[in-house]
């Protein structure tokens, strides 16, 4: 039974990434410079790949794929940030909260698969270059889609429901910059131990899955490579998944890095940092990691602006 002096919240407050106002200008110029860029760069990625016929390949869809995601996943919580720090406040509806929860774990989780599913591009266009074309048809890249689709919408909308039956207490105060799952649990005066248990259930099959696929796409992958005797041989086959070896080492380096750290580092620092780089910092790198280093993408990215340019003449 409740305490008679315990009140339901129906909104909570988000306490951001830094409270020092001196620091609030800095701050909200970064994030809106970092999102600008995210979303014209992964936006222009995608308009590339559209309109050149050359990059209608299965690599290229799943790029597609990845920069669509990236715009949502930044989306979800750059936005609310800039219009916090803006209006100097903090407060986000009960709904609201629950629904970028449902949003970041989607995309976060979707990101994941994405790069797995690069992984088995990759390994499929090494190891069985002649079969390519039969085993990554449209059909299949659709089918490898649609799938992760369908489980992070499945693990977010069980997450969001245990959550929506919870009951908060007096005492809103978020110390993250989104709403979280283990931040709002610690707000919570039920019983928590099923929504922590299926935390731990997806965070075991949806976390180590596409890992575990990236992990064994390129054991794979470094082992054909070995068997090629030409160094040029290797040298082009590594060259095509260096952009993919960059984004995954940022993007679980990242992670790694930061639960590594030292105990005495407080674990909501490590869920800030880690969601700072994987929502914010990663999805700003992406567009510039995939059009850099890639000689195609360069060349699609040079003739849609020369095509913009040209109509506007």
């Known amino acids: ?31 809106l410079s970092m999102y600008l860029v995210t979303v014209l760069g992964n936006l222009f990625i995608i ?84 079969r390519y074309s039969v085993l990554m048809s449209p059909c299949v890249c659709v089918l490898l889609v649609l799938g992760p689709w369908v489980l992070t919408n499945l693990q977010s909308m069980v997450h969001t429901c245990l959550m929506a039956q919870l009951t ?47 992990l064994l796409s390129y054991v794979c992958i470094f082992r054909a490579v070995l068997r090629i005797p030409s160094a040029q041989g290797k040298w082009k086959a590594f060259s095509t998944c260096s952009s993919h070896l960059t984004v995954v080492s940022l993007f679980y380096g990242t992670i790694f890095a930061v639960y590594l750290q030292p105990t005495s580092l407080d674990s909501s620092q490590k869920d800030k940092a880690a969601a700072l780089m994987c929502g914010v910092v990663i999805p700003t790198l992406n567009p510039f990691i995939y059009s850099l280093r890639n000689k195609d993408m360069k060349a699609a990215l040079r003739k849609l602006v020369s095509k913009a340019a040209s109509s506007q003449v």
């Not at 039974?1 to 315990?6: A, C, D, L, R, S």
């Not at 919240?9 to 800095?26: C, I, T, Y």
């Not at 790029?63 to 989306?75: A, E």
């Not at 100097?88 to 949003?103: D, E, N, S, V």
């Open 168 to 214: 908060f207490c007096a005492g809103s105060e978020i110390p993250h910059f989104f709403c979280d799952l283990m931040p709002l649990l610690k707000l919570s005066c039920s019983d928590t131990h099923t929504n922590e248990l299926v935390i731990f259930v997806f965070g075991i099959i949806m976390g180590v899955s596409p890992l575990s696929c990236i």
């Open 47 to 130: 308009l590339a790949i559209i309109t050149d016929s050359h990059l209608h390949t299965p690599m290229y869809f799943f790029l597609c794929n990845l920069s669509l995601v990236d715009i949502f996943f930044s989306s979800t919580t750059v936005p609310k940030m800039l219009v916090n720090i803006w209006t100097q406040r903090k407060a986000i509806p009960f709904t609201g909260c629950l629904a970028q929860m449902y949003a970041f774990h989607l995309f976060r989780t979707m990101d994941s698969f994405l790069l797995a599913m690069m992984a088995i591009d990759r390994f499929v266009a090494i190891v069985h270059p002649l």
């Open 1 to 31: 039974m409740e305490p008679e002096n315990q009140t339901t919240v129906s909104e909570f407050l988000l306490l951001g990434l830094a409270e020092d106002p001196e620091v609030q200008p800095m701050l909200f110029g970064l994030l």
